[in-house]
């Protein structure tokens, strides 16, 4: 049975810092994602990463503050966000997929095949 679970989220001053992290259980992926959710909006893309090799993808709102990174040993996905903006305030959820996905579909909630249970992150201004 596979589990992906977030943790990490929580409260911060806008300019601050937060790491997500992603733990999977019963079996790797060939990519793992972060996508997050504001109220009343659509889930979106926020960043992404082959589980082999590492390539990265980003949103452009999120380029230069956030860094997606993967460690095999722990089969975990983290996601590091700086200089936070209110506007990053959503929840946010790790995706996996079980088979590779065209780089140009990354940004995309149906190539993925798992879901975590979405974690709050809050920035205030």
């Known amino acids: 049975q596979v589990h992906l679970v977030e943790s990490g989220g929580g409260l911060v001053q806008a300019g601050g810092s937060l790491r997500l992290s992603c733990a999977a259980s019963g079996r790797t992926f060939y990519a793992m994602a972060w996508f997050r959710q504001a109220p009343g909006k659509e889930r979106d893309f926020v960043a992404a990463?082959?589980?082999?090799?590492?390539?990265?993808y980003y949103a452009d709102s999120v380029k230069g503050r956030f860094t997606i990174s993967r460690d095999t040993a722990k089969n975990t996905v983290y996601l590091q966000m700086s200089n936070l903006k209110p506007e990053d305030t959503a929840v946010y959820y790790c995706?996996?997929?079980?088979?590779?996905?065209?780089?140009?579909?990354?940004?995309?909630?149906?190539?993925?095949?798992?879901w975590g249970q979405g974690t709050q992150v809050t920035v205030s201004s």
């Open positions: 995706a996996a997929s079980q088979v590779s996905i065209p780089f140009i579909r990354v940004i995309q909630t149906t190539e993925y095949d798992y």
């Open positions: 990463i082959s589980w082999t090799i590492g390539t990265t």
